[in-house]
């Protein structure tokens, strides 16, 4: 892969940036998830997981059996504020 590609596609994150962050010490998913929001768009993950746990293994050595994988969370659908605002409880 070219350093320039975009590895997480919802948060627009390439392979440099995670290489960079991985070289600067941080060698789990968790970290790399928190410090550059992979897998924290729409697709929760679904599509850059995987790789970016590839990268991991070959910039750490760590075979992907010892790789801890996050936990995904079904999407979210955004709803507007208008919508919010017009929300009526069954309580009222």
């Known amino acids: 892969m070219k350093q320039n590609t975009i590895i997480c596609r919802c948060e627009e994150i390439t392979e440099k940036e995670i290489i960079k962050v991985i070289e600067q010490g941080y060698h789990s998913l968790d970290e790399i998830k928190r410090l550059l929001r992979c897998g924290m768009g729409h697709c929760q993950g679904r599509s850059c997981t995987m790789i970016i746990?590839?990268?991991?293994?070959?910039?750490?050595?760590?075979?992907?059996s010892k790789i801890?994988?996050?936990?995904?969370?079904p999407p979210l659908k955004p709803i507007s504020i208008k919508v919010l605002s017009e929300y009526k409880s069954h309580e009222e």
């Open 53 to 64: 746990a590839r990268i991991l293994s070959q910039k750490t050595g760590q075979p992907m």
């Open 68 to 73: 801890k994988i996050t936990t995904s969370r």
